[in-house]
Each structure stands twice: as C-alpha cells, then as structure tokens.
C-alpha cells in the first residue's frame, strides 16, 4: 500500500492491543504496519510460530467438549488430534527452528503439559476459542477488538477469560507478575466484563519452552497459571487509558507525522525484546512516505488489513 493510499483511508475504527502498543513502541513502526508491511513468510521469527501451534494445540484440546479419562481411547484420539494439528501447523509454515523453538520441544511439552494438568479445576465454555470479537468502546465512535483464546467458569470466584501464553525464559516471580499489569490482558478481561454477569478476570495459562535437564538445578515452574483480578475501577481506568491513546494517535493521522521513536533498543532489539522488523527501512536515504519495505529483505505486502477481529467472529 502506498502512502496515499493509507492516507485516503478512514484511520482505524476497531483497535486491538497490537495497534496499541505499536503505536506506544513507535508511530513510525504503526505507519509501516498500517500499510500492511509484515514479517515475509520465510523469515517469520521461529518464536512467533512456536507460539501459534502451541495454541493450536491447546485450541483442539479443550474445543472438545466431552471428557476424557487418561489411558481411554476417546483420550488418545483426543490427545492425537491435538498434537497433530499443532504439528501440522508448524510443518506448513516451513521455517527452521531455532534453541527451543523445535517442532520437537512442541511435541513433548504437550505431553508434559497434559501430564501436569490431568484434570481442570474450571469448565470450558464450549466454542469460545480463538473467536474473534468487537465491541463499542463507551464514549467514542471507536470499537476495541481481538481473538479470545476462551472463557472458563471457575467455581468460586465466576467467570474467567483465558489467555494461554508460551515463553522463551523461564517461569520466575517477576515474569509471573508482569500479567497483572498487562494492557493485553486488561483490554481482554474488559471484554469480558461486557459478556459474563459473573465476571471476575483474566486466566493467565503459561508455558515456558525450557525444559529442566537430568542434572538441572531449575527451581522455577514448567507451567504456571495465575487469576488477574480486575476491579471495576480498573476497567473504568482501562477505557480512559485507551480513549487518549486513541485520540493521540489520531493527532498524528491528522497531521500525517510519524516519527520514529527514540528508543534505540526498541529498533536493534535486546533482552526480551526482538530488533524491529522496520529497522533498516528507517535508515533509508530517502523520505520515509516515499520507501517501499518490500525493498528489504525479510519483508513483504499483507494482502489484507489487519483485523483479527473478525477471526470466526462474535
């Protein structure tokens, strides 16, 4: 899309996290975005792949309302299409893996997983995952928007929406608590406010890819799950926080003025933090409403805008 073309165009009336935090991260890196410039399909991070089968996986393994008994064969057939359509996934994808991101570490944390978690001390809400969804954001003609990866009901504290997380480091105090401050799981959890009249928060259900060794000395969990709370005040305080970032990104629409950020570990990446996929588009010797991306290697033209949003849809 050229810049012209984006110009003409309404800005973007549903907003989900990504847009959100692009746009916080860099304005210019949500310009690049908002003209449909994406990761090429051959040089998509392994991490993001990894983490797309691994909710596969788990999408088949609770999308199956009947219960299984471990060691019965609705169990295995259950287990087997889980996996293998986690697996297939992967394999279409055609990229190498790389440290833990391995078609193989996939395969066996799955089985650890099932092996951690027999039985759920929630019930799952048929057919809720990975839906699309849009709602009126109250006050503004805009919508926020996403794809829930479901919602459970857990007896004794209500509604809960899930949100399954895969992670590269390991499982410590610190990368636990980082959910209870997460705009991703505040914008979830307020959607959720709008559908369960016993809404209670977010289930955050994480995963590491390490593995502990025969001879390792890991004292942090494999899996952990934490319930974030939220409170009305809270939600109140999310629509507040999001209507102003909204009304501040439309200042730079209307002035069409992006500027880069000037965070440098924001473009060349660091711990924790992948280097932007726009990096070397911004050293161009040219205006930047002038660049093609494509031009780049590793980038290419989405053929659709983004909008997860209308993934099966609600």
Known sequence: MLDHELRNQEPPMTWDNTLRTTFKQCPRKLYWFL????????VKPSY????????EILTVWYDIEKQTVPGTEPHMLRTAKALSTGLDYWDAQ?????????????????????AEYPEE??????????????????????????????????PGLGGLVLENKSSGVYLADGVIAQWEYSSQVRQYGWYGSQLMHDFHGVLVNMATKQTPGPRSNWTTP????????ITPWQLEEFEEDITYDIQDFLKH???????????AISCVGGIGKAPCLYR??????????????????GICEREKSWAPWERGGE
């Open 222 to 229: 494999e899996f952990a799950r934490t319930v974030v709370k």
């Open 35 to 42: 003209r449909n410039y994406d990761y090429s399909a051959d």
């Open 253 to 263: 629409w209307n002035d069409w003025y992006w500027p880069k950020t000037t965070d």
């Open 94 to 114: 055609g990229i190498q893996g790389a440290k833990k991101d391995t078609r193989e570490n996939l395969e066996d944390k799955f089985f650890r997983y099932i």
């Open 280 to 297: 070397y588009v911004c050293l161009s010797d040219q205006p930047y409403q002038d660049e093609n991306p494509s031009r780049f290697a």
């Open 48 to 55: 993001f792949v990894w983490g797309a089968a691994w909710q």
């Open 121 to 154: 001390d929630w019930v799952f809400t048929p057919e809720s995952m990975e839906v699309g969804w849009q709602w009126p954001l109250p006050g503004t003609e805009f919508y926020l928007g996403g794809a829930l990866d479901g919602k459970v009901t857990w």
